[in-house]
Each structure stands twice: as structure tokens, then as C-alpha cells.
């Protein structure tokens, strides 16, 4: 799909992979909604794009309350005109074993990562069909391919994602709907100081695998590559996080030995 002129709603619009990417579609003419909790940092962004204001739109929410988010961006649809692409990227990751952790950090990790998502999908999606034309581009991760240590509820809400995507795929593809579904392995970005502890609080501290992963412009690059060329689904990062989903298919013991003694993916 082409993205001149395009309105693009994006959550995670305010920090990481969500905040590249409305930098670089709005460089090829898109105008963004951007979404996330932190308005501030939403404005600020908006001023910086090309356009500004004037030209983009700024809307926070919480992908935690889905049961109000439909009530709360559809009446913005009037003011805003049709959305031709949806970005489901707004996310939240866990660092903690299973035996340690809260029920309520499961729950919390499937409402924003996955329900979010549906939430989302669920707003935009009517107008998509009624037009015979759009994107859905929802962002799981390697996680959503593979497991590894501290991650039982990130790669639950991750694999939901994938699954959904999936479904919606077939159940679209012939009404004009294009899915696309994005892995990225490591990617520099605060995923990791903003992961989940045992707990439900923020861990606030970096991971090595994070600090050395691929750089957000080139993550949000191979995005939009695969936006604009028609992907179903892509695996985005460098190294062992991106190499993992192909080992796991073809070398399943292999994997999940390799899995079972690393410390980090
Ligand atoms: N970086 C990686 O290595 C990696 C790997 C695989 C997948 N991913 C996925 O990529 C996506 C973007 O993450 P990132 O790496 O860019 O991390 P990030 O820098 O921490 O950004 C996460 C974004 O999600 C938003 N968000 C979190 N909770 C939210 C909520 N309850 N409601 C609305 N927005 C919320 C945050 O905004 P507010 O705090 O302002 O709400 C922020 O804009 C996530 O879905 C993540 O799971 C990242």
C-alpha cells in the first residue's frame, strides 16, 4: 500500500519503535493519530512532524481500558475522516519467573498487549470493511514465535497477537483488508526498563540483549518496507533474536535446549 497521504493511526506513539515509526511515515507524507498514555510526549512529538498540528492528531489512551476505548475513539472518526492503516504497537514486557509472579501481571500483560489490540481493531476495522480497503499492522515480537526464560506472560499476550492476526487475515483478505503481523527480536528501545517485574512494577533497568539489539530507525525501516510491499508476517532484528523463529521450526530440541540454558534470549 502506498503511504502518501494515507491516515495512519499508531499506538506506542510516544516512546521506542512507535515513536520511529510516526517520524518516518510522516517524512512520506502520512498524517498520524498518534495513541499512547503520555500526552505530553504525544504533543511534542506531533509539533516535530512535518505538518505539525495542523496536520496530525493526537489522542491519548489506555490500551488497559478496551472496554471504553471503543466508546472513546469512535466519535473521533468524525473529526479525523476515514483511517486507511491501523499500527497496534503499543506494548508492555515482563521480567520474572512464573513461580514468582502476581496473576494480576498475566492479566495486565494480555489487557494491554493483546486486548488492547483487539480494542483497537475492533474501532477501526468497520470502516476499513465498508471502504474495501485497509491495513491492520500489529506488532507481537519474536517472543510471540518463541519462549525463553522470564517471559511466560510477555510471549502468552505476544502469541495471542500472532494468532489473532492470523484468523483475521483469512477472515478479511477477500474484503480488501491487508494483515500484517511484526516480530521484532531485540530492538533498542525503554521495552526492557519499562518490563513488568513479579509484581507489576516497572523492572527500571536495561537488558544486555536490548542495549545491543538492532537500531530503532532500521526496525521501523523494515516495517514500513513490509507495509508497503504487502507482507503477511516479518521478523525484524539481528543476530540469535532473529534467527530464533526459523531454529525453533526447524530444530525444535535444539532450540528449546538452547532455550532452557540461556539466562537472556
Ligand atoms: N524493543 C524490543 O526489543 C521489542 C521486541 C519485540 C516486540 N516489541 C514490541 O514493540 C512494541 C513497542 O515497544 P518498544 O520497544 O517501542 O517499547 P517502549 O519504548 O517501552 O514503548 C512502548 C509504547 O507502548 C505504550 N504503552 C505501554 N502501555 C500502554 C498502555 N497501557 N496504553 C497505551 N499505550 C501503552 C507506551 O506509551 P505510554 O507509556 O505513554 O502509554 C510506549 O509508547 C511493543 O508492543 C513491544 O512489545 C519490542
Known sequence: MDIKNKTIWVTGASSGIGMELCRQLAKLDARLVLSARR????????????GGRSR???MPLDLADADNLLDKVTPQLADIGPVHILINNGGISQRSLFVDTDLSVYRQLME????GTLAMTKALLPGMLERQEGMIVSISSVAGKVGSKLRTGYSGSKYAVVGFMDCLRAETAQQGIHCLTVCPGSIKTNIAINALNEHGKAQNKNDESIINGMSVERCAEDIIKAMIKGRDEIVVGKGLSALAPTIKRFFPRFFNKMSARMEYR
Open 39 to 50: 500526552e505530553e510526549s504525544l504533543i511534542e512529538l506531533a509539533e516535530s512532524l512535518p
Open 112 to 115: 494491554v498487549n493483546y486486548i
Open 56 to 58: 496530525h492528531w493526537v
